[in-house]
């Protein structure tokens, strides 16, 4: 506002100074003409000179203001690429489920072949979405690459889940990928990028793996997983859980059992055989049960008759949970299914052992899981665990009845995902004394 009154203010100036000297000059005409027309002439033409400079003038503050704002808009549009450019980035981790047993049967001249085939597979997929592939260590994969192309990924589900499988070398199992993907996260923030990914990839692990599981901040989405899950858990991982498990009890003062509500055969014998190594380390130890009627609570009358104390139900007064005690949720993993929600923010440690694939839903804090998709229950994965365990623990004859009756039930009498460790683990449960005058009982 101040410019247009100066340059106004300006303008009126020169015109009355113009008016001035042009009556000045028609005065001098009187006296003498050809003075006054020259000077009325020189008046004209320095009022247009005035004119003509004044609109020079203005053209280039016009010209000068919209070279600022163009500046102005160009610095905008920079900064705001170089900030979506930094967002546009999304991290993968890969995995190969298990070379180990990939190999099993397949000649050793052939392995390292196979593992090239895999490598090369992997960096021509990278070369064509335009991706940064670092390989750590012998089955491991780190990915760096526009979210443009991962979400192309994510719309055709993942493809390379499919071309990995087709790869031959030989006689064996197919090549199968665990790929966890983080998205959507500010540059500003690698640490959150870096956890997101890490929780994806645990996340497809302990769905079965097979499968690719993508983070952001606000969702998770599943690609893949449709094939049936095979037994994928190594010796070390179970060795590594029992050692674990071990000292989480010894730690603590006292241990709760609980599986999901509406109780089956799974849960209770899984429990029991957890009670029994809980009993070796001289622990107080209760299980938490929601009865569902049916032979699954005549299996529960009958420990309850000779374990007194041992089992317990929803609402028990009698049960304590405090900041020192292990609560072990088997055959369950979810919040909302489990049989009393409230001991969850009670206990002061949570350990989680199951064959369920993991959901998104997943426990706010946990000091141990052991969710192992490949297994044909959580009889079974606690039948194996009892081997590995610093100390030699034995199940007694009750024990090793529950846990077959957990075997049986979700195995459909062992026509349904069963591996050779299902039957294995059976035959150690019958060395072990199990019952099978109770076991006719139970299912007749």
Known sequence: MDANFYRNYKRKFFIGLGVLLALTCLALAKYNTILGIFGLFTVVIGLYAFSYMDKQEQSVRERELREEILSTEREQVSEERLTSASDELALVFMQVDDYDEVF??????????????????????????????????????????????????????????????????????????????????????????????????????????????????????????????????????????????????????????????????????????????????????RILIDRS?????????????????????KGDLGIEVSSQTLLLLVDVHRPQMVAEPSLLSRAGYIAVIDHHRRGEEFLERCNLSYIMPGASSTSELVGELVHYFPEDIRFSPLAATALLTGLIVDTKRFTFSTSDRTFRIAAQLMEAGADQALLRELFN
């Not at 029994?276 to 107080?284: A, D, Q, T």
């Not at 609570?297 to 089992?311: E, M, S, T, V």
């Open 104 to 285: 099993h049967g397949l000649a050793d001249e052939k392995r390292p072949m196979l593992v090239a085939a895999v490598d090369k597979l992997l960096r021509e997929w990278a070369g064509e979405i335009n991706a940064y592939l670092r390989k750590d260590g012998r089955e491991r994969y780190t990915v760096l690459l526009p979210t443009a192309e991962l979400e192309a990924q994510e719309n055709d589900n993942f493809p390379i889940l499919d071309k990995v499988r087709e790869i031959k070398v030989g006689k064996h199992i197919p090549v199968t990928l665990s790929i966890g993907a983080a998205k959507g996260i500010d540059s500003e923030e690698p640490a959150k990028l870096g956890r997101l990914v890490q929780e994806a990839l645990e996340l497809s692990l302990e769905r079965g793996g097979d499968q690719a599981v993508v983070k952001s901040a606000e969702h998770t989405w599943f690609y893949g997983g449709h094939t049936e899950v095979v037994g994928k858990r190594s010796k070390v991982r179970v060795r590594v859980t029992a050692v674990e498990l071990a000292g989480l009890i010894r730690h603590a003062r006292s241990v709760v059992i609980m599986g999901h509500s509406r109780m089956d055969f799974d849960v209770l014998g899984a429990a029991l055989g957890c009670a029994e190594i809980v009993r070796h380390y001289g622990k107080p130890v």
């Open 293 to 313: 009627g049916g032979p699954v609570d005549n299996l529960a009358a009958i420990i309850d008759q000779r374990d007194p104390g041992l089992i317990c139900e």
